[in-house]
């Protein structure tokens, strides 16, 4: 059923290469790989891969320069694979429009959970008109939110930052992103007002908000929604 699924891969390093491709072929994928930005660049124009992997230290660019070249022109998934660990190079790659990050080393389990995540974002922009998880369900278009089956109120900013969260489900958003989405670009930087409402919201829906099982927090990068159960 992956039989027709592509990826592209670009990274340099050899070993990391061939465990990634094996990981990949073994789960049915079809997998192309770019030992440069520029050849991943020019292979991501030509073969129009459905998900793309990105090492960011690469020989020829920076993996950050890679993605902004790729995101003037295509909305291709692009799931950052790096051994870069700080909060920053995170925030860096998610803002110039990366869907997710993946520091390595990683497992095969994991990358196939993030490969999975990245194509269905896809699909739950077109079609998907409600989100569930547990006992929580959100209805974009009735803008109804519903915990164990008794409606949840929320106020508008909660609600606008709940279903922003639930339409990207099981990807970091960053700080930033969501403070430009929701209060606009010329909000101060302080997310302060972000972290109060977030507050709020958890307090309404999880059974244990030091503990969410709804909105997970990426310490120092954002936050990230739990998986939408429907396909
Ligand atoms: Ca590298």
């Not at 291709?76 to 997710?100: F, H, N, W, Y």
């Not at 520091?103 to 993030?114: C, D, I």
């Not at 909660?158 to 909000?187: C, D, H, K």
């Not at 101060?188 to 908000?209: G, T």
Request: charged share 25%; aromatic share 6%.
């Amino acid at each position: 059923m992956n039989a027709k699924i592509r990826i592209l891969l670009i990274e340099d390093d050899r070993s990391i290469c061939s465990f990634i491709t094996t990981t990949l072929c073994n789960n049915g994928y079809l997998v192309t790989t770019a030992a440069s930005g520029t050849e991943g660049i020019s292979l991501a124009a030509s073969n129009r891969p459905d998900v793309i992997l990105l090492d960011l230290g690469l020989p020829d660019m920076d993996g950050c320069e890679v993605i902004q070249k790729l995101r003037s022109w295509t909305g291709i998934p692009i799931i950052v694979i790096s051994a870069r660990t700080t909060e920053q190079d995170k925030v860096t790659a998610l803002d110039l429009g990366a869907d997710d990050y993946l520091t390595k080393p990683f497992g095969p389990a994991e990358l196939m959970a993030r490969i999975r995540t990245g194509l269905r974002h896809q699909h739950n922009l077109a079609s998907g008109r409600v989100y569930k998880a547990l006992g929580l369900t959100l209805d974009f278009e009735k803008r109804l939110v519903t915990l164990d089956g008794r409606e949840v109120h929320l106020t508008q900013i909660e609600y606008q930052l709940l279903s922003l969260l639930a339409e990207n489900s099981g990807r970091v958003l960053t700080y930033t992103y969501i403070m430009n989405s929701i209060w606009g670009p010329y909000m101060d930087s302080n997310n302060q007002i972000l972290r109060v409402n977030m507050a709020n919201i958890r307090r309404k829906l999880e059974k244990n908000p030091a503990l969410p099982q709804y909105v997970y927090t990426e310490i120092g990068v954002g936050y990230r929604m739990r998986e939408n159960e429907l396909r």
